[in-house]
C-alpha cells in the first residue's frame, strides 16, 4: 500500500458525460501528479500540482481539468467524454516538486 | 526528444536471474525509475538511481546506468513466480517539474 488513495475504483459512464476522478496523496506529500494508462498510448502524464498551483503539464485535453485543494486533495475532472477516453487513470504524490513518486491504485474508467 | 524504449516481453525459469533493458534518449535525467505492476493494479515503485551513479544494489535488484549509451537496466536475482509482472522504466527530466517518461513496460514471465 503506498498510502495514496483514488476512489472510485471503478467507473462506467456514457460518451458525451462527466465524471470526476478523486485522489487523496501520501500524508505530508505536497504534488500530486496524474497520469493514464491507455493500450495504444501507454503511460502518459497529464498534469501535476505542487502545494495548490499548477507546476507541469503534459498530454492533457483541453476536455480534462484538474486541481488540488488545500487539503491537498486533487480532482481530475473529464468532460464531454469519447470512446478514447476508456484508460486506467493513476494519481501519483512526493513530498516535494521533483521527487519519488508513490502511485495509487488508479480508477479504470469505461466510457460506453 | 523524449523517449523512452523498452523490449515487450521476458520470459524466464523460476530460479534464473532476469534482465531488463531501457533505453532513453534525453541526457538532462535527474532519476531513472523502475516500478512494478501487477494485473489489475497500480504501479509499484520497486527502485530508482539517480543519474550520476552507476550501479545501485537493492536486496535482490541490481540496477545499472550505462549513461554514455543511455542505458537503463534491472536485475533480478533469483527469480520467483510472484515476480511476474509488468516492469515499467521512467525517468524524470531537470526542469520539467516532476513528469516521468515511461517506457512500454517489459512483461515478465517467470515459468515454474
Known amino acids: 500500500d503506498s498510502g495514496v488513495t483514488q476512489t472510485p475504483k471503478h467507473l462506467i459512464t456514457a460518451t458525451g458525460q462527466r465524471v470526476t476522478l478523486r485522489c487523496s496523496p501520501r500524508s505530508g506529500d505536497l504534488s500530486v501528479y496524474w497520469y493514464q494508462q491507455s493500450l495504444d498510448q501507454g503511460l502518459q502524464f497529464l498534469i501535476q500540482?505542487?502545494?495548490?498551483?499548477?507546476?507541469a503539464k503534459g498530454n492533457i485535453l483541453e476536455r480534462f481539468s484538474a486541481q488540488q485543494f488545500p487539503d491537498l486533495h486533487s480532482e481530475l475532472n473529464l468532460s464531454s467524454l469519447e470512446l478514447g477516453d476508456s484508460a486506467l487513470y493513476f494519481c501519483?504524490?512526493?513530498?516535494?516538486?521533483?521527487?519519488?513518486?508513490?502511485f495509487g491504485p488508479g480508477t479504470r474508467l469505461l466510457v460506453l | 526528444g523524449e523517449d523512452v524504449e523498452q523490449s515487450l516481453f521476458l520470459s524466464v525459469r523460476e530460479g534464473d536471474s532476469s534482465v531488463i533493458n531501457c533505453t532513453y534518449t534525453d541526457s538532462s535525467s535527474t532519476y531513472l525509475y523502475w516500478y512494478k505492476q501487477e494485473p489489475g493494479a497500480g504501479l509499484q515503485l520497486l527502485t530508482y538511481i539517480f543519474s550520476n551513479m552507476d550501479m545501485k544494489q537493492d536486496q535482490r535488484l541490481t540496477v545499472l546506468l550505462n549513461k554514455k549509451d543511455k542505458h537503463l537496466s534491472l536485475r533480478i536475482a533469483d527469480t520467483q513466480t510472484g515476480d511476474s509482472a509488468i516492469y515499467f522504466c521512467a525517468e524524470s527530466i531537470r526542469n520539467q517539474g516532476g513528469k516521468l517518461i515511461f517506457g512500454q513496460g517489459t512483461e515478465l514471465s517467470v515459468k515454474p
Open positions: 500540482y505542487y502545494n495548490g498551483e499548477e507546476r
Open positions: 501519483a504524490s512526493s513530498p516535494s516538486r521533483q521527487e519519488t513518486q508513490y
